[in-house]
């Protein structure tokens, strides 16, 4: 406003005139979205067979909540559990300088991801109790000792029906767990070898020993490597959860929704019943799963500005 | 840090236990406009005695635990489905043979399994016998005994006013859905190699894991028609409230048989034997009627006829 054109000289380049770069394709595509969001919101409403009432029915009846709760949660959170906590020890094995315990490591891995959960689950459901009926857990080999020494008891300590056992989330619980450990022990791995060497190498020089090193230093930094992956398996368990149709286990959420569905003859509506249920609860681990990974990147890279959205939005209107 | 945030892992298995509760308290247990099934006001069978020499009959294992517990496909209306609660298991099989293990002085319980995987389970002794429609055929003869009760033949079934022109006997080239496991699918077989064999195109096989999903395929339009045994063809056709409809006459009656493993022939004649005892009080006859089945009631009852 105050002359700066007084002291402008021939030889500068003039006003700049900015102008955003324009994107008219865009415009096309979002015309082009915003059609097809409107055909199926339509169909939403016009195509009676959605029956989105008898959908929200069917989300509120009691097995199907038992289900979710018994089958689907529980679930997931015992095969996380297990799948965890194995896979950490598997990782840990694979890379440990024990040859004995590399290989049994990578058995362990190649073994159970080669087998499909639901090949798994129903060797768990019908073959396991066909091939031993009970499990005596005990002295190894302690009928045999027993009647060698003409000992009364056969050693064993207790033992359990697994025919029984094996229609229970129990079952379930611990074939997806297995299956999962597999994987975590893949993700574990990789997030032990991203921690520098000298890390390990500064612990041990203060005195540490390999399973304090290991807790106390290497495990919190794998972590920030570790966790986004796992986050990512607990969704996925949340919906492999729907192949204990395979054991089978009956308080499931998939498997109750489908039996009202064929039931009542309304399919589709017990579908979107499923389907919705998943999807809040995979939303909810989204959202767990977003403060978990602030926590173990906390002073790790660059911090997002917090107003990012609204510091680009000027560049987005042009066109 | 100058106050300690839980973890967050703690938070999220907190709000988990949180939505779990909620989630527990609440729920209905009727639908709207349901068919429901027919015939759920069925009064069960009266309650039967125990029957001494049959007492003896009972296997040491069922005997200490006073229950029998039985494998079955709870996906078969009339003869065995889950009801509304989605626990229980009802239908034919089950109120017959609540009433045989009543004559034992002992209880069932009902263990939903898949169709194919029971008579391993009986074998294995995951079960102690299978009860779910079983068609008696050497096959499965040679492999565990199996105890006749019921009369069934195989019923075919398409749309109302069969708009796909279906015709048994002519069905080269069409989806027709089966249950999977079933003497249809042999029957079905054999169908197709008469059509290969005289140049037409081999039916297509739509095999499903649940008879519940092959009803549901035929009215959704996914099969031109379907086959299953004929109490449960015939069913399907009355619960879908005039969708479908019944076509030809039921064919190759075949008896249903009780699996009993093949080492328990002394239990499996103690269950014929029952059936023999409910027939002559007539509670036999009458809880088949209730479900509408009359027609497949037989009078002897013998082990691997």
Redesign the interface.
């Known amino acids: 406003v105050s002359a700066p054109a007084s002291t402008e000289t021939t030889d500068r380049p003039g006003i700049i005139e900015a102008r955003p770069v324009s994107h008219p394709w865009r415009w096309v595509v979002l015309a082009g979205l915003a059609i097809l969001v409107a055909m199926m919101l339509s169909s939403f409403i016009t195509n009676k067979r959605w029956d989105w009432g008898f959908a929200f029915q069917v989300m509120n009846q009691s097995p199907v909540l038992n289900g979710l709760v018994r089958g689907t949660i529980v679930g997931t959170i015992g095969a996380m559990i297990i799948g965890v906590s194995l896979g950490v020890l598997i990782a840990i094995m694979r890379l440990s300088e024990n040859p004995v315990l590399q290989w049994v490591a990578f058995v362990y891995t190649w073994f159970f991801r080669a087998i499909p959960r639901y090949v798994l689950l129903a060797i768990l459901g019908s073959g396991v109790g066909y091939l031993y009926a009970t499990l005596h857990v005990g002295v190894p080999f302690g009928q045999q000792i027993s009647s060698a020494l003409g000992l009364q008891s056969d050693l064993t300590f207790f033992s359990l029906d697994v025919n029984t056992l094996s229609n229970s989330i129990i079952f379930g619980i611990i074939g997806l767990g297995l299956s999962e450990a597999a994987y975590m022990a893949e993700i574990a791995r990789a997030g032990i070898l991203s921690v520098d060497k000298g890390q390990a190498e500064a612990a041990q020089a203060l005195g540490m020993n390999n399973g304090r090193t290991m807790r106390r230093i290497v495990l919190p930094q794998a972590m920030r490597v570790i966790v986004p992956p796992t986050g990512n398996e607990a969704i996925a368990m949340v919906k492999d959860t729907s192949l204990l149709a395979a054991i089978p286990i009956i308080a499931e959420l998939f498997y109750q929704t489908s039996a009202i569905g064929t039931r009542t003859l309304r399919i589709m509506p017990a579908f979107v019943a499923a389907t919705l249920w998943y999807l809040i609860i995979c939303s909810i681990l989204m959202v767990g799963q977003y403060y978990l990974e602030r926590h173990f990147g906390r002073g790790f890279g660059q911090k997002k500005p917090k107003n990012k959205r609204f510091a680009r939005s000027g560049g987005m209107g042009g066109a | 840090m100058a106050r300690r945030r839980p973890?967050?892992?703690i938070?999220?298995?907190a709000?988990?236990a949180i939505?779990?509760l909620a989630?527990?308290a609440?729920?209905?247990?009727s639908?709207?406009?349901?068919?429901?099934?027919s015939g759920t006001t069925t009064t069960p069978a009266a309650a039967q005695t125990a029957d001494a020499k049959l007492v003896a009959a009972l296997p040491a294992k069922i005997k200490s635990a006073g229950k029998i517990v039985v494998g079955t496909d709870?996906?078969y209306?009339p003869n065995e489905?889950?009801d509304?609660?989605?626990?229980t298991v009802r239908g034919m099989d089950v109120d017959l043979f609540n009433a045989v293990a009543q004559k034992f002085g002992v209880t069932v319980q009902w263990?939903?399994?898949?169709f194919d995987?029971i008579i391993?389970?009986v074998?294995?002794?995951?079960?102690d016998v299978g009860v779910s429609s079983f068609t008696i055929n050497p096959d499965r003869k040679k492999q565990v005994n199996m105890v006749s009760y019921f009369n069934a033949g195989t019923q075919w079934a398409v749309l109302k006013g069969n708009p796909k022109k279906v015709n048994p006997d002519a069905a080269c080239g069409l989806n027709i859905g089966v249950q999977k496991g079933t003497v249809q699918i042999d029957d079905l077989t054999a169908r197709s190699k008469k059509c290969t064999d005289a140049g037409k195109k081999p039916i297509n096989q739509i095999v499903e894991q649940?008879q519940?999903?092959v009803?549901?395929d035929l009215?959704?339009g996914k099969v031109d028609a379907m086959l299953a045994d004929s109490p449960v063809g015939l069913y399907a056709v009355k619960?879908?409230g005039g969708?479908l409809e019944a076509l030809g006459a039921t064919y190759d009656a075949a008896p249903y048989g009780i699996v009993v493993p093949k080492s328990e022939t002394a239990f499996a004649q103690g269950i014929a034997d029952a059936f023999t005892a409910l027939n002559a009080s007539g509670d036999y006859k009458k809880a088949i009627q209730n479900w509408g089945n009359d027609t497949g009631a037989i009078s002897t009852f013998a082990v691997n006829p």
């Open positions: 973890s967050p892992a938070t999220l298995s709000s988990a939505v779990a989630l527990s609440c729920g209905s247990n639908l709207s406009g349901s068919a429901g099934a709870a996906t209306a489905f889950l509304a609660d989605g626990k263990v939903p399994a898949s995987s391993l389970g074998d294995s002794g995951k079960y649940a519940s999903k009803t549901a009215v959704g619960q879908t969708q």
